[in-house]
C-alpha cells in the first residue's frame, strides 16, 4: 500500500476542481484548507484503527467505502454528501474537530462553514481510497497465506466486512457467506496474522491500543503511513511551503 499514490489520485487536478465547484470556493482556498486540516486527518485513521474501542467500527466504514466507484473523481465528489463528509470529519478529528475546522479556516482566510463543507467533500474520497487499497492489499497476500482464521472448517469470506465482525463490529458474515468457497482477501490475511486455529486474545478495557497481531487493521495502516513526513508530501502535490 503507498500512501503517496492515494494521495496522488486525492489530490490531483480534478479533485480539486470539482471540490472547489462543489463548495463554491477557489482551487487555492481548497489546496489551502486541506494542506492545513489532512495531516490531521490522517493522524485520526490511525487513531481510529489503533483503538480497540474504535477499530472494528472503521473497518465497516473502509468496507462500505470501499464499494464506491471512484474511477472518475470528477463524478464521485459531484455526488458526494458533504453532510455525511462532516460526520466522518467529526469521527477522525474527534474533540479536535472545532480546532482543526478554524486553523484551516484562519489560514484559506474562509469561514468556519465553508471550510468545513471542503473537508466535508474531502472525507468520503480518502475513505473510499483508503477502503480500496487496504482491500487490494489483502487480495494481493500469497495465496499461501489465503487460510481459515479462527479454525474455522468453512472457507473465510474475503473483505474489510470480516474484519468487523472479528473485531466485533459491523455485520457477522451470514451463512452463505461463511460457505462460500473462497479464503482470498482480508480472510486470509487475518487468518495469518492471527494463527489460524488460534483465538484471538482478549483486550483490557484498560489498554485500547492494541497490538499489531491482534489488530491487522492497524497494521495495514501502520504499514502504510510507515515513516512519511504527510506535510512536506502534502506540500508536494498542493504546492505548499
Known amino acids: 500500500m503507498d500512501l503517496t499514490s492515494l494521495m496522488k489520485t486525492m489530490l490531483s487536478s480534478d479533485s480539486i476542481a470539482q471540490m472547489s465547484k462543489k463548495t463554491g470556493t477557489s482551487t487555492d482556498e481548497v489546496k489551502s484548507v486541506l494542506l492545513s486540516a489532512l495531516p490531521a486527518m490522517l493522524s485520526g485513521v490511525q487513531g481510529q484503527a489503533n483503538n480497540q474501542e474504535t477499530v472494528a467500527g472503521f473497518a465497516g466504514a473502509l468496507d462500505s467505502h470501499a464499494k464506491d466507484d471512484t474511477s472518475d473523481i470528477s463524478a464521485f465528489l459531484s455526488h458526494v454528501d458533504i453532510k455525511d463528509g462532516e460526520k466522518i470529519v467529526g469521527h477522525l478529528l474527534g474533540g479536535d474537530k472545532a480546532a482543526t475546522t478554524k486553523a484551516a479556516a484562519t489560514k484559506a482566510g474562509l469561514s468556519n462553514a465553508a471550510t468545513g463543507k471542503i473537508l466535508g467533500a474531502a472525507a468520503p474520497l480518502l475513505m473510499s481510497l483508503l477502503g480500496q487499497q487496504f482491500t487490494q492489499a489483502a487480495q494481493a497476500q500469497p495465496q499461501s497465506q489465503n487460510v481459515q482464521p479462527l479454525g474455522s ?3 473465510a469470506p474475503s473483505g474489510i466486512g470480516l474484519l468487523a465482525g472479528l473485531l466485533g463490529g459491523g455485520q ?3 451463512a452463505a457467506q461463511q460457505s462460500a468457497p473462497q479464503a482470498s482477501g482480508l480472510g486470509g490475511l487475518l487468518g495469518s496474522l492471527l494463527g489460524g486455529g488460534q483465538q484471538p486474545q482478549q483486550q483490557a478495557s484498560q489498554q485500547p491500543q492494541q ?4 489488530n491487522p ?4 495502516v ?11 508530501l502534502l506540500a508536494g502535490f498542493l504546492g505548499g511551503k
Do not use: H, K, R, T
Open 153 to 155: 472448517q468453512q472457507a
Open 172 to 174: 457477522q458474515p451470514s
Open 211 to 214: 497490538s499489531a497481531g491482534a
Open 217 to 220: 487493521l492497524g497494521s495495514m
Open 222 to 232: 501502520g504499514s502504510m503511513f510507515g515513516n512519511v513526513d504527510v506535510n512536506s
